[in-house]
């Protein structure tokens, strides 16, 4: 209370001076009314806050100051509303009676729309904007009849231009034979559906990126993650009978290790689907 009081008396003795300087009270209030409004945003600085330092100045100072900062003030808003719709974005890919189909372009989107099993749908330390900052497009496909989820993986460009990873709400990796089976529909299909969509979806990850660049913030990546030295039985076999499969588990371990792999034979071992869904599940990445 014994602050508030010097405050108001703060007021008072400025407004003596800006009398003494020919201005009416109507026009010292409404100059006192938006600078304790700007003093309650975070535009201005202390010092700037001490309306004895205005004081000693002429009103038209204070009120060109004060024009200038609710400017900043408008525009911040207006950023911060952009940014709050952005967050919640997502694209449709395919909505029907059977299923829908989308891709979360934003953390929020992501968070409601996917199952909390999946990392980038987790709703604390999500891997989403990893992700989505990356070449990876995820599609979020909702069975209607019976709300089962499903996410299917792929990238936004061509290569493998028929590449497609399948992973069922519980987070268990399934092939697209067991996802026709179980849903009756081709993950291909909904893929290639996605792909004309690509343009719009790049867009929104380099607004994501472009926010975190003008935010000083750093454009986060994906985190190590850690696995069993043993592969799961089911990867073991297919390394055995597929040598592209068993080429991108060597090259994952020499990406780990920090060695780059020419792009020629990257491109080339990963055409196969197999091999590229070897390579990108045990830490690989591009």
Not at 91 to 107: G, H, M, R
Request: charged share 30%; proline share 3%; glycine share 2%.
């Amino acid at each position: 209370m014994k602050y508030k009081k010097m405050l108001n008396e703060d007021f008072k003795t400025a407004r003596v001076k800006f009398e003494l300087q020919g201005y009416e009270p109507e026009d010292i209030d409404i100059a006192f009314d938006a600078f304790k409004r700007l003093k309650n945003s975070n535009v201005i600085t202390k010092d700037e806050a001490n309306i004895d330092l205005w004081a000693n100045k002429r009103l038209s100072e204070l009120l060109t100051f004060i024009r200038d900062k609710e400017k900043i003030l408008e525009k911040n808003k207006e950023e911060k509303r952009i940014w709050n719709e952005e967050r919640a974005k997502y694209i449709v890919v395919d909505d029907n009676e059977t299923y829908k189909a989308l891709v979360p372009c934003s953390e929020l989107a992501s968070l409601k729309y996917g199952s909390k099993k999946w990392c980038c749908s987790w709703p604390t330390n999500s891997e989403f904007n990893a992700s989505f900052c990356s070449e990876v497009v995820i599609i979020f496909v909702t069975i209607k009849s019976t709300n089962d989820k499903y996410a299917l993986i792929t990238v936004d460009r061509e290569i493998p231009s028929t590449y497609v990873e399948i992973w069922d709400e519980n987070n268990k990796y399934i092939d697209s034979s067991t996802f026709t089976a179980r849903t009756g529909l081709n993950a291909i299909d909904i893929v290639n559906k996605t792909k004309s969509k690509f343009p719009e979806i790049i867009n929104y990850k380099i607004r994501l990126k472009n926010h975190f660049v003008s935010n000083g913030i750093p454009i986060p990546k994906f985190t190590e993650y850690e696995h069993e030295d043993r592969l799961p039985e089911d990867d073991e076999s297919e390394i055995a009978k597929n040598p592209l499969a068993a080429a991108a588990y060597v090259m994952k371990v020499l990406n780990r290790l920090g060695v780059e792999v020419p792009d020629v034979f990257k491109r080339s071992i990963l055409s196969d689907k197999m091999a590229y869904r070897m390579f990108t599940n045990y830490g690989g990445h591009f």
